[in-house]
C-alpha cells in the first residue's frame, strides 16, 4: 500500500489530489493532441518536405561539403547581376563538370557534391535556386531587415514566382 508523503495528511485526500491532478494533465495533453491532429488533417502543417524544400536543402548541403573539401564557396559570383539570377556555375562546380571560361576551375578534383544533368538547380516551377554564403566568416548573413545565422542560405522563389528574399511564399532553408 502507498502510503501519503505527509503523514498528517489523510490517504483519501492525498489520493483525490492526485486523481485530480492525473485528470488535468489527461486533459490538457489530450486538448494539445486534438489541436496537433487538426492542424495535421487541415493542411497547415505539413510533415513531409516538399520536394523543392529536399532539392534546397541538397543544395546547401553540397555547398557547405564543397567549403569544407576547399575552404572556398563553389563560386566568385556572389552577387545578382541585372540579366537575373543563376546558379548555373555553382551547379557546374558542384557537379565537377566546369569548362573554363575565362575564370579559374574551382572543382579541382572533379568530385562530384550534387547528383544531376541538369545545367541549373531549379525549384518545381522551373525557377533557380537562390545562394548566398558567408564570405566574412561570422556566420552571419543579413537579407534585408532580416539577419540570418549560418553560413548558407537557400531559397526559391515559390509558387507566385516573386523573390521576397525567403519570405512570403518563398521555400527556404533557414
Known amino acids: 500500500m502507498i502510503k501519503p508523503p505527509d503523514g498528517h495528511v489523510s490517504f483519501r485526500k ?3 489530489k492526485s486523481i485530480l491532478i492525473f485528470t488535468i494533465a489527461l486533459i ?3 486538448g494539445i493532441g486534438i489541436t496537433v491532429i ?3 488533417k487541415s493542411g497547415s502543417v505539413k510533415l ?3 520536394p523543392t524544400r529536399k532539392r534546397a536543402y541538397q543544395l546547401c548541403v553540397a555547398v557547405k561539403a564543397f567549403y569544407a573539401d576547399y575552404g572556398y564557396y563553389p563560386s566568385e559570383i556572389t552577387t545578382v547581376g541585372e540579366g ?3 546558379n548555373r556555375r555553382v551547379v557546374a562546380a558542384l557537379t565537377g563538370r566546369e569548362v573554363e571560361r575565362g575564370y579559374r576551375r574551382l572543382n579541382t578534383n572533379n568530385y562530384q557534391y550534387l547528383d544531376t544533368s541538369q545545367e541549373e538547380w531549379c525549384d518545381k516551377w522551373q525557377q533557380p ?3 548566398i554564403w558567408d564570405i566574412d566568416g561570422d556566420e552571419k548573413i543579413v537579407m534585408g531587415v532580416t ?3 549560418d553560413d548558407v542560405v537557400i531559397w526559391s522563389v515559390g509558387k507566385n514566382g516573386v523573390n ?3 519570405y512570403g511564399d518563398d521555400v527556404k532553408t533557414f
Open 84 to 86: 537575373g539570377f543563376s
Open 28 to 30: 490538457v495533453l489530450s
Open 129 to 131: 535556386y537562390h545562394i
Open 164 to 166: 521576397e528574399w525567403g
Open 14 to 16: 492525498w489520493r483525490d
Open 147 to 149: 539577419t540570418v545565422s
Open 38 to 40: 487538426w492542424e495535421i
Open 48 to 50: 513531409v518536405a516538399s
